[in-house]
């Protein structure tokens, strides 16, 4: 096995490129950040991760998916996907899992910067991991979350067939916010016209589904 075997994997969209967070990939994934994630009055994250990016330029970002990529193990992973539309990074679409081949579920979340954000874009990169983890990875039930006045996110997910499954409460800036759960079953997936592919997965595939 290769010593970093998810080097080789990439999910390809009509549109889009999606492939495991890269040193130079982060670097401007950052800039994108910098331009502008949602409105400043909102915070639309758990962890309010934007506000601190005029302060340290990035360093707290890069240094979190680090970190993500560092502690990534069989029965404990998650897959930090750079988005790329015509070449250039335009957002982030995460999934993980723990103990998948007990449980076969998955977690997702993702964020595109706003001069990207009403295209399309969100609903076809999640559209992507959700085909991976399903179809090549051979999950049956996908979890997410989405702050309860993040319509957009909202949308995505109810025309994509999932389901409430309760509310957690969070305080990013130190006021409570409810964020609901979302659960998606296999058999409830929407499905577009179009079938991600696929490469280098043999290569990782043990990796994640063990």
């Not at 934007?50 to 404990?76: N, P």
């Not at 897959?79 to 993980?96: A, N, P, Y």
Request: with cysteine.
């Amino acid at each position: 096995m290769d010593a970093w075997p998810l080097r080789h994997l990439v999910l390809r969209t009509p549109r889009l490129e999606l492939r495991p967070d890269d040193d130079a990939g982060l670097f401007e994934l950052v800039e994108v950040a910098k331009a502008g994630v949602h409105d400043p009055a909102e915070m639309p994250f758990n962890v309010p991760w934007t506000d601190s990016l005029a302060d340290d330029h990035g360093f707290g970002m890069v240094q979190f998916f680090w970190g993500m990529r560092a502690k990534l193990a069989a029965k404990d992973w998650a897959i930090c996907f750079l988005v790329r539309h015509e070449g250039k990074v335009i957002g982030v679409q995460e999934v993980g899992a723990r103990d998948f081949g007990v449980l076969r579920e998955v977690n997702t979340g993702s964020w595109l910067g706003k001069e990207f954000q009403g295209s399309g874009f969100g609903t076809e990169m999640r559209v992507g991991v959700l085909q991976f983890a399903f179809d090549h990875l051979g999950a049956h039930i996908a979890r997410s979350a989405a702050w309860q006045g993040n319509q957009a996110s909202n949308r995505v997910s109810a025309k994509l067939g999932y389901v409430h499954d309760g509310t957690i409460g969070a305080a990013p800036r130190g006021e409570r916010l409810e964020h609901v759960r979302l659960r998606l079953d296999e058999a409830d997936f929407v499905r577009p016209g179009w079938n991600v592919a696929v490469d280098g997965l043999a290569e990782c595939v043990q990796l994640l589904t063990s």
